[in-house]
T-cell receptor, first 115, second 113 residues
Framework: NAGVMQNPRHLVRRRGQEARLRCSPM?????VYWYRQLPEEGLKFMVY????????ESGMPKERFSAEFPKEGPSILRIQQVVRGDSAAYFC?????????????FGDGTRLSIL | GDSVTQMEGPVTLSEEAFLTINCTYT??????LFWYVQYPGEGLQLLLK?????DKGSNKGFEATYRKETTSFHLEKGSVQVSDSAVYFC????????????FGEGTQLTVNP
């Protein structure tokens, strides 16, 4: 069974460009979560999606950030007009269902560097 | 709001030493508790979990007991190996928090031969 697949593993962008991060959940998982890890810090929740629906985006900045999980294809985290402070590791996780007992399975992350 | 506090790192031990990494939490209701491990350059892997008070999670020689009275979930291992060197994260999940995980800051463990 393939795990959670994220790509690219590393992404370099200049200030003002757009960054697109992709996440394919584990087979059979319809719940996707995005987290951000700043250097030397823990992971912070950004957004929770199910197929075609955003369930909770309370952790995502209101401007420049958006996320989607279409009926077909991977989930996408999009950052427009990137700034230096966006440099971080972005992790995607998936679970087969909702609820506090459902363990989330993580991908290896996308490390975003802003020049 | 929910929060998780871990003991400050980094922690450096010799092989076969006893490990404790403290974790306490603040949350309303009855959260589920998790320990994740992150090896360099990789994502987080679930190490163990406990879903109710007095549950003990265990995996690969690691253990943690859900203590409601002290709101703690300390990670222990009787004899660490060099391969246990990694960053360890304590996390909680409340049903009413939309299934999000709330993480501690992580504890870097280095085990020397």
């Amino acid at each position: 069974n393939a795990g959670v697949m994220q790509n690219p593993r590393h992404l370099v962008r200049r200030r003002g460009q757009e960054a697109r991060l992709r996440c394919s959940p584990m087979k059979g998982h319809s719940h996707v979560y995005w987290y951000r890890q700043l250097p030397e810090e823990g992971l912070k929740f950004m957004v929770y999606l199910q197929k075609e629906n955003i369930i909770d985006e309370s952790g995502m900045p209101k401007e420049r950030f958006s996320a989607e999980f279409p009926k077909e294809g991977p989930s996408i985290l999009r950052i427009q007009q990137v700034v230096r402070g966006d440099s971080a590791a972005y992790f995607c996780a998936s679970s087969p269902g909702q609820g506090k007992n459902q363990p989330q399975h993580f991908g290896d992350g996308t490390r975003l560097s802003i020049l | 709001g929910d929060s998780v506090t871990q003991m400050e790192g980094p922690v450096t031990l010799s092989e076969e030493a006893f490990l404790t990494i403290n974790c306490t939490y603040t949350a309303t209701g009855y959260p589920s508790l998790f320990w994740y491990v992150q090896y360099p350059g990789e994502g987080l892997q679930l190490l163990l979990k406990a879903t109710k008070a007095d549950d003990k999670g265990s995996n690969k020689g690691f253990e943690a007991t859900y203590r409601k009275e002290t709101t703690s979930f300390h990670l222990e291992k009787g004899s660490v190996q060099v391969s246990d060197s990694a960053v360890y994260f304590c996390a909680l999940n409340r049903e009413t928090s939309g299934s999000r995980l709330t993480f501690g800051e992580g504890t870097q463990l280095t085990v020397n031969p």
